[in-house]
């Protein structure tokens, strides 16, 4: 053959022709073919074509000449067909005409086509018929053209395939960047005999490496790049769904006799057997070699080729720009998707062996790399709305990615829907849920890959956990809004909406839930918090917020202010699971006060409300208000708090009560328990001004059966039988100030008994609260017979004690004395009063000692003749008890404590025993100056020995002594002699 006239390529097997032929070497190329070439050679010039007359469309290009067997006697010689059993069979004509020739070139042009998808040097084929001359090419003057045929590619995919080239001659291996480019491809056929012109479009996807492993190990030969190729027709048909999909062949960058089973043509460097008709084998499977590793990570990197190709040759399939016919665009989309492998799904024969893997691996690319590759229909429509037609919708296009997490406003869904649930499609669609065109086939085949793929099938859960991501498109305004105004529209279809959604999945989508009498309440497919979901009485679309969950309630007509905070009556009878709407629960406190905020007057926020029907009506809005917080789950959790912030206790005296802390004034129950024995107590109750709650308003239910619900006034008006509540009434009169009248009646002493049997009742033991609440009220009578508390320290009088200034220090020392055996004695024991028992040594250590010095001269010396005429004496014989220890500490702590009293009056202060002088030891009062002595009324003897038990000095100290020596001797002192007599008897013990 001869190329461009320039290069000239000869084969001669038998080694006849070309000078310096042999059997290793058969064939010569010559190259630079000049006129000095051609005129040693010149019988091959003309059959090369290179005469001047030679036609213009003949001068580039490559020209083959074969040997071609044109008589029976070539056919008869020759080596390779002669003897053949077809030839001599005489089943096939071995001889080669002219006519044959032009025959099997007509056949060839198909072929001519597939060259030129992945052969990047050759841009056109052509063959001509040059006119048979006859043996007058004399007479001719110049060459003609009989017939040609051209098959070319487009200039703009010559172009993107040099790009290709540059990018091929780049890669380095497994270190290089990998790339892949697509363009579209126009493939041109020109015939001269038919005089038309016709054209195929496709889009070409090549490259080199594995797109989406840029690191794999290309080991085989590293003469050999990794390039591989897809060539995908975009041709489109009236009618996508009969449409005979392509059954592509395989390229080792020409077609090998193989199909793949996919709807589009492979290419790749394949390594190929020896026939180079198939790809290699290895000879032992189990143990593939290098040739069959290259074929498989070529087959993976075509794969990934194959699944960019499907992003991006969209733009070919389908135009970005709107369509006026809906139809159109579905055909168009449709002829995209004939471009996937999908084979499950109908009766369509799988792509085998290495081609099923290639399959397999282009939907696990596209769900690694999460592609585009969903359709759905968006309509668009007309800014011209004064023709009411057909024409003023358009479709457009809008792809979605396979799983969307990050980004699920893009995400699409997958939709057969039944003959029921068509009915739910318009109201979906308008919610702003993208339904797919996308074939169902296609979620099968990712749902086939190993891990699954499951792709998202629009179904109740699906629709649910979309309108949680996209909730904000139903109303352009937000929520809350009139469910009118929402993409709804009207509350049925919110309501067939909210069944779907509701609806079991066993259950069909069209079975109306509510009033379907089901046992089971129904759940949403996940929480419904945070989401619009919930319809309210005042026909507002609202977030279900679990932190402020609605009520649903019968009793939403009571609270005509406050319809927001309750399920709108049209959905009560839905089967919602109870968790979705308030629950008794101490977190509804908040929302039962602005409601009861908005009902109810502001006056009745206080503890006590005077004058209370100018308030509020007891008949028509008091006792239907009862009826409400007493029936309702939800208010009557909290009712212990709304009556702590509104006074709804009414009493018979026109008052309400609210209860804003545990031990306030409450209307008593005395009709709940009516018995001719609480008479009495009744009586004094009634005396000391206690209220009593109005039974005419409260009386419906506190006469309910113990089954049933009781109602609020035995929850929170005390009865008689709760003595200790009673005790807190009592006990808030008192603090009030109104109770005075009842404590100066001339019945006090009469009523204090009555109360007192009557509250005996209570274990003041365990009850410290109502014992601090009796004790605080002055009930007692002290030895003086005045009313008194049980406040700061109580003892019972113990009787042998001095009363000199009694009432002075009893008051300084807040100390309290019953009587032993008063009417005190019917609450209990002493013990349990907090009433202690004191001796009367242990009166005066804890309480008249240290109050000593508010007693005047007299009242002190009554109290130390007391002591003297015997309570020392008892004293001092108990400290010396050997089988009573406690006595015996409590008289030496009030020997010790009597020791150190302050009690002699010196100069105006007192001061102890000890710190005066013994007038009968005769040192003392030689040297009187240095002592201080008793006075004189307590100079008896009778006084004195008592004075020397609690301390009265009757010795001096050694440095007494001494300094009375020196005053001696040095002559200072009066009486010399006498001093120094008796200071010598004391020395030596005489005095």
């Known amino acids: ?97 002219k006519w044959v020739m032009e025959e099997h070139l007509k056949e060839w042009i198909p072929q001519m086509k597939k060259a030129l998808f992945f052969l990047n040097h050759v841009t056109e084929l052509k063959f001509f018929v040059i006119k048979d001359s006859h043996g007058l090419r004399h007479s001719m003057p110049k060459m003609q053209l009989t017939k040609w045929f051209e098959v070319s590619v487009d200039q703009a995919a010559r172009e993107s395939r040099a790009q290709l080239h540059a990018m091929v001659r780049e890669f380095k291996g497994e270190e290089s960047r990998v790339d892949a480019i697509n363009y579209p491809l126009t493939i041109t056929e020109k015939s001269s005999d038919m005089k038309c012109v016709s054209s195929q479009n496709w889009v070409i996807q090549q490259g080199v490496g594995d797109l989406v492993k840029p690191d794999q190990q290309w ?60 790809l290699w084998r290895p000879t032992d499977p189990e143990d593939p070699d290098d040739r069959y590793k290259w074929n498989l990570r070529l087959i993976e990197a075509t794969a990934s080729s194959y699944s960019k190709l499907l992003v991006d040759a969209q733009q070919y399939y389908v135009k970005p720009s709107a369509y006026t016919s809906g139809t159109q665009l579905w055909n168009n989309i449709h002829h995209f998707y004939n471009a996937f492998p999908m084979w499950l799904g109908k009766e369509q024969e799988p792509p085998e062996g290495m081609f099923l893997t290639l399959a397999r691996m282009v939907y696990m690319k596209l769900a690694e790399q999460n592609e585009e590759v969903l359709a759905s229909f968006k309509k668009i429509e007309s800014v011209d709305t004064s023709e009411c037609s057909a024409e003023s919708k358009q479709f457009a296009v809008e792809w979605h990615p396979l799983l969307n997490e990050g980004n699920p406003s893009r995400q699409g869904h997958f939709w057969k829907p039944s003959l029921a649930e068509k009915t739910l499609a318009p109201i979906l669609e308008s919610i702003g ?46 929520f809350p809004c009139q469910i009118k105004n929402t993409a709804f529209k009207s509350t049925d279809n919110f309501k067939r909406f909210t069944e779907y959604l509701l609806a079991p999945e066993t259950v069909p989508a069209s079975t109306p839930v509510a009033g379907s009498g089901l046992s089971s309440p129904q759940v949403f497919p996940d929480s419904p918090f945070d989401l619009p979901l919930l319809l309210t009485a005042d026909e507002q679309l609202r977030i279900f917020d679990e932190q402020n969950k609605a009520i649903k309630s019968g009793y939403v007509a009571l609270f005509p202010k406050c319809q927001e905070h309750f399920l709108h ?71 212990e708090e709304i009556v702590g912030v509104w006074a709804l206790l009414p009493s018979t005296d026109d008052r309400l009560f609210s209860i804003q802390s545990n031990d306030q004034l409450l209307p008593l129950d005395i009709f709940s328990e009516p018995t001719s024995a609480n008479q009495p107590i009744i009586q004094v109750l009634q005396q000391a001004g206690m209220p009593f709650l109005d039974t005419s308003i409260t009386g419906l239910y506190i006469t309910k059966p113990a089954t049933a619900l009781t109602g609020p006034t035995k929850q929170f008006c005390p009865k008689l039988s709760n003595h200790a509540r009673v005790l807190t009434n009592l006990y808030c009169l008192y603090q009030e100030g109104t109770l005075q009248p009842f404590l100066t009646s001339r019945d006090i002493d009469r009523n204090i008994e009555t109360l007192f049997q009557y509250f005996a009742n209570i274990h003041f033991a365990n009850d410290k609260n109502s014992l601090q609440k009796i004790k605080s009220i002055p009930l007692f009578k002290n030895i003086d017979g005045k009313q008194c508390t049980l406040l ?6 113990p009787g042998s004690i001095c009363q000199a200034g009694r009432e002075k220090w009893v008051k300084e020392a807040n100390v309290v004395f019953l009587k032993k055996g008063d009417v005190w004695t019917k609450l209990g024991s002493a013990s349990v009063l907090g009433i202690q028992d004191l001796t009367t040594l242990q009166v005066y250590t804890r309480y008249i000692f240290p109050h000593f010095g508010l007693f005047s001269e007299e009242e002190r010396i009554k109290h130390l003749q007391h002591i003297r005429d015997g309570l020392y004496y008892d004293a001092e014989s108990e400290s010396k008890s ?49 002592f201080l002595f008793p006075p004189k009324e307590l100079m008896a003897q009778q006084w004195l020995v008592f004075l020397r ?38 020395l030596f013990g005489a005095d």
């Not at 086939?441 to 991501?469: C, G, M, N, W």
Request: glycine residues 4%; aromatic residues 10%; charged residues 25%.
């Open 792 to 797: 700061g320290d109580v003892y019972v009088w």
């Open 219 to 278: 080991l085989f030969s590293p003469q050999i790049k990794p390039k591989h190729g897809i060539a995908a027709c975009i041709d489109l048909k009236a009618d996508a769904t009969k449409t005979k999909l392509l059954s592509g062949s395989v390229f080792c960058f020409l077609p090998l006799p193989i199909t793949s089973r996919l709807p589009v043509h492979v290419n790749g460097a394949f390594i190929l057997d020896a026939t180079r008709r198939n």
């Open 569 to 639: 009556p049209g959905m009560l009878k839905m089967n919602y699971v109870k968790s979705y709407f308030r629950e008794p629960s101490a977190d509804n406190w908040g929302l039962i006060c602005s409601i009861l905020s908005a009902t109810l007057p502001a006056s009745l926020q206080v503890q006590v409300v005077r004058k209370a029907s100018k308030h509020i009506n007891f008949q028509h809005e008091l006792k239907p208000l009862w009826q409400c917080l007493s029936s309702d789950p939800v208010f009557k959790q909290h009712m």
């Open 433 to 478: 849920m993208n339904l797919l065109v996308s074939p169902i086939r296609l979620q099968k085949h990712f749902a086939d890959l190993e891990p699954k793929v499951e792709l998202p099938i629009a179904s109740r859960r699906s629709v649910y956990k979309y309108y949680s991501t996209f909730h904000q498109q139903v109303s352009e305004t937000g």
């Open 1 to 97: 053959f001869i190329s461009n006239g320039t290069t000239l390529c000869v084969l001669d097997p038998h080694c006849r022709y070309v000078p310096g032929a042999d059997i290793l070497q058969p064939g010569r190329r010559y190259d630079n073919l000049d006129e000095r070439f051609w005129s040693n050679w010149a019988d091959l010039k003309s059959a090369y074509l290179r005469d001047e007359d030679c036609p213009e469309e003949l001068k580039e290009g490559s020209l083959f000449r074969f040997p071609l067997r044109s008589t029976q006697k070539l056919v008869e010689n020759s080596e390779i067909v002669g003897h053949s059993e077809s030839w001599i069979s005489g089943e096939v004509d071995l001889c080669i005409t």
């Open 949 to 986: 038990k609690i301390g009265l000095r009757t010795k001096v100290t050694k440095e007494e002594f001494v300094q009375f020596c020196h005053k001696v001797s040095s002559g200072k002192h009066k009486e010399l002699r006498k001093a120094s007599s008796v200071l010598t008897r004391y």
């Open 882 to 930: 050997e089988y009573y220890p406690e006595k015996r500490y409590i008289a030496n702590q009030f020997i010790s404590a009597l020791k150190a009293l302050p009690c002699l009056l010196h100069n105006g202060s007192l001061k102890p025993v000890s710190d005066f002088s013994d007038p009968e030891v005769k040192i003392f009062p030689t040297f009187k100056e240095s």
